[in-house]
């Protein structure tokens, strides 16, 4: 034999072997144990609660011709269309902290400040929610401290969980209507608007402004 002939028999020898082991390979994949069955739980079994032994109740359709009931909340009698006809001086005004704060950088007197906006005779009120806020703050906040230490401020005891000064001040004003609430936070003011009733005291142009009032009372709004 040549040596050609040699080595195309040596070439088809290899390519045989090659196959051979693609197939052994394959067959080692294919041959994989069948996959184990899980194991069920049989339904008396302790481990289950009797509300997972009874069976799923079936959804009642809706009758599109039926009537649809409808809650409407409940407004008390003092609101007159948007606005609270019980609201007369004197004003009780629930202060926030971003609300001294403010006041302080633009230099104003809180009391005397609030009486030249409503044109009354008004009376702060700060909750212990706002009072925990503030001593929080630290050292920075020394000012505003001693500022809602005022004599002049009058201190409502919280009895519920938690200091979130915001939900505190929202639940206060739903509650009763007799507040006018004092902040300069946004998201505040978002939350009051939606209940009906409560006017919002804030800060613009280095002056107390106020909105949701009868124009009868107080200050000219801008």
């Known amino acids: 034999m ?19 082991d693609q197939l052994k390979i394959m067959g ?22 009797e509300k997972d032994r009874a069976k799923a109740k079936e959804k009642k359709k809706k009758d599109p011709s039926a009537l649809k009931e409808r ?21 009780h005004i629930l202060v926030d902290t971003n609300f001294i704060n403010f006041s302080i950088k633009a230099k104003l007197d809180i009391v005397q400040s609030m009486m030249d906006c409503l044109y ?14 503030i001593e929080k703050l630290g050292m920075k906040y020394r000012v505003a401290l ?26 206060r004003v739903t509650q009763h209507k007799c ?4 902040t300069v936070d946004r998201d505040l003011k978002r939350r009051v608007r939606k209940i009906p009733g409560v006017p919002i005291m804030y800060i ?19």
């Open 71 to 91: 809650e409407v909340p409940k407004y008390p009698s003092c609101l007159f269309f948007q606005y609270n006809t019980q609201l007369g001086p004197p004003y």
């Open 120 to 133: 009354a005779k008004c009376i702060p009120y700060i909750t212990d929610c706002v009072m925990a806020e």
């Open 2 to 20: 040549t040596q050609a002939q040699h080595e195309g028999r040596r070439s088809v020898l290899i390519l045989l072997f090659s196959v051979e």
């Open 179 to 182: 507040y006018i609430l004092a």
């Open 204 to 222: 613009s142009n280095h002056r107390y402004n106020i909105e949701r009032m009868p124009d009868d009372y107080g200050a000219p709004r801008f």
């Open 28 to 49: 080692k994949q294919k041959t994989k144990k069948f996959a184990a069955m899980k194991r069920m739980i049989s339904l008396k079994d302790q481990r289950i609660k």
């Open 146 to 171: 001693r500022i809602a230490k005022d004599p002049r401020f009058e201190r409502l005891p919280c009895t519920h969980q938690g200091t979130y000064a915001d939900d505190c001040l929202v639940q």
